[in-house]
Structures are given as C-alpha cells and as structure tokens.
C-alpha cells in the first residue's frame, strides 16, 4: 500500500528513470538493439526492483500511466541511437488494454520512429488467458512492423503450445537457463534446443543473463544469433547507451 501511494507521485517526484542494457550478436558482438529497463529510486527507501513495483503497479491503473512514461522515455532515446532498436517490456494488463495496438502506433508515429525500430517484449502470462484476442493483437502489430519478443520464454506453462499458435519474430531464453551452462547438463540441452527449434522455425534467438566467457562460447557453439547480459554491459543510462552506441556500431 506504501508503495503504491509512493508509486503514484513517482513521476511528479522525478524519481523514475530509464537503464538501457546492449543486446548483440552472437558472431561479432555488435549492438543491434537495447532492452529498457525501469528504475525507481525513492527518498526513503533507496531504489525499489521493477520486479517488487511492477506487480503492484499492474494491480492497479497506475501501470498505464508508468507504461506510457515508459515508451515515451525509450522512444525519445532511440532517436538518438544510430540504428539500434528499442526494446520495451510491456506487462499483461498493458499488452489485454482495448487500443493497446492503435495507442503505441500513434506514439511512434507522432515520434517519427519506424515501428520496425521497436521490439515488444511480452511474457507468456500475457497471451495466456485469451488466446484468440492476443493473437489477433500479435497480428496487428506484426502487420504494422513492429517485432515480437517472447521473454522469460521456457518458464511459462504451455511454451511450445505459444510458439506455435503465435505471430513472434524472437524468443528471449530465460536467464535461469543460461545460468545453469555449463554445470548442469539439463540447462544445456533445453538451450541447445531452444536455438535448433528457433532456427527451424526461422525465429530470433536472444540469450539473456550472460555473464561468462564460457558461456559465450558454448552459445556461439549452439548458434545463438543474440545474446544479452553483464559480460557484455550491465544495464546503463542513456548517456552510456548512446555512447556504446556509436562506440560499437
Ligand atoms: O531490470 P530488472 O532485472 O530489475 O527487472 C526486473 C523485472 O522487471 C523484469 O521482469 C523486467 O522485465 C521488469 N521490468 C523492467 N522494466 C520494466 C518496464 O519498463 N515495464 C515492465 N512492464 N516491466 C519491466
Ligand atoms: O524479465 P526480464 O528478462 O525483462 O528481466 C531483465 C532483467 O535481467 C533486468 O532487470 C536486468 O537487470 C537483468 N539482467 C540482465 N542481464 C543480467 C545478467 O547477466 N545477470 C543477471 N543476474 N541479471 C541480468
Ligand atoms: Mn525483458
Ligand atoms: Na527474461
């Protein structure tokens, strides 16, 4: 309850701001893209997780507001990227909202961005309740240039049944999975075979929470196109973004 009353003056407050973490490719480690990340600093509680106030937020209106705060930050950023895309998580309250599809147009339209520029990146909660509506959804912003992330992919409850049914253009590999190369032998195949199932079905690949040497090797190995995580660049603001940015290009 404290948090959602903090939660609501965050913005006035100016305590939100926007991280942004480098996806790359898996051959030459080149930056095509950058996930945004929210963060929240409060006054007397130091910083609060994404994690902690999303779910709340998600409880409540309030989410709405913060995901438009969200897209118009990330939006202003990439315009000052060279080429690189954005990509913005959308929680399943914002992705099931009536207008989701025609509201995000217009914002990148209005901020003369190419939907092709922007990457959507929702969990499998999100197209999990109504199959039917969320892929019409996934349609419409499909045919109007935008890309499909499914992140978190290999946690939800039906992830083979999703990829199936679903219009998506990249799979993001759930970090849990990641963490377990190389020690478990488990970890190592769901993500070998999520990279071979990907590159069957001609989809994107991204491979979160890479932190080591030896799991970048073992990834380029397997064929991972992208991968993403602290080896490569924690999440960082938009100054350091844009400078990898041009540094890296
Ligand atoms: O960045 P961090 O690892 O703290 O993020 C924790 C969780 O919060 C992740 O699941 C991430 O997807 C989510 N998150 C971070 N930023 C946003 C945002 O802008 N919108 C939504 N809906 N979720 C976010
Ligand atoms: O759920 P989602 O995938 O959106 O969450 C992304 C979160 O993962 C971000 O909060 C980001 O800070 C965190 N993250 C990114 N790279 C790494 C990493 O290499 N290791 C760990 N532990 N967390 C990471
Ligand atoms: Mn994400
Ligand atoms: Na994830």
Redesign the pocket.
């Known amino acids: 309850r404290r948090i959602e009353t903090g939660l609501s003056q965050a913005i006035a407050r100016d305590e939100l701001s926007m ?1 942004y ?1 480098p996806i790359v490719t898996g051959a030459r480690h080149e930056i095509v893209g950058f ?1 945004a ?1 929210l963060r929240w600093q409060t006054e007397d509680h130091g910083p609060i ?3 902690v106030f999303v779910p709340i937020a998600e409880e409540t209106n309030l989410i709405h507001e913060l995901g438009d705060w969200v897209l118009e930050r990330s939006l202003a950023a990439l315009a000052t990227w060279p080429g690189q895309y954005v990509s913005v ?1 959308f929680s399943p309250r914002q992705f099931r909202r009536p207008h989701f599809v025609d509201d995000i147009a217009q914002k990148v339209a209005a901020a003369g961005i190419a939907p092709e520029r922007v990457q959507i ?1 929702i ?1 499998e909660t999100a197209i999990f309740d109504d199959a039917d509506r969320a892929a019409e959804t996934l349609d419409r912003l499909r045919a109007l240039g935008f890309r499909i992330a499914l ?2 992919f290999g946690t939800g409850y039906s992830s083979l049944y999703n990829i199936r049914t679903f219009a998506l253009d990249v799979l ?1 590999i ?2 849990s999975f ?2 377990g190369m190389p020690r478990e032998r488990e970890s190592m195949a769901i993500v070998r075979s999520i990279i071979h199932l990907a590159q069957s079905l001609g989809l994107g690949v991204i491979a ?4 080591t040497r030896a799991q970048v090797d073992l990834l380029r190995v397997a064929g991972a196109s992208h991968l ?5 660049s ?2 960082v603001t938009p100054e350091a973004a844009l400078d990898l940015a041009h540094r890296r290009w």
């Open positions: 991280v973490q996930e990340l997780s994404p994690a998580n990146e969990t992140d978190d993001k759930d970090r990641i963490d979160e929470g890479v932190e993403q995580g602290y080896h490569f924690r999440p």
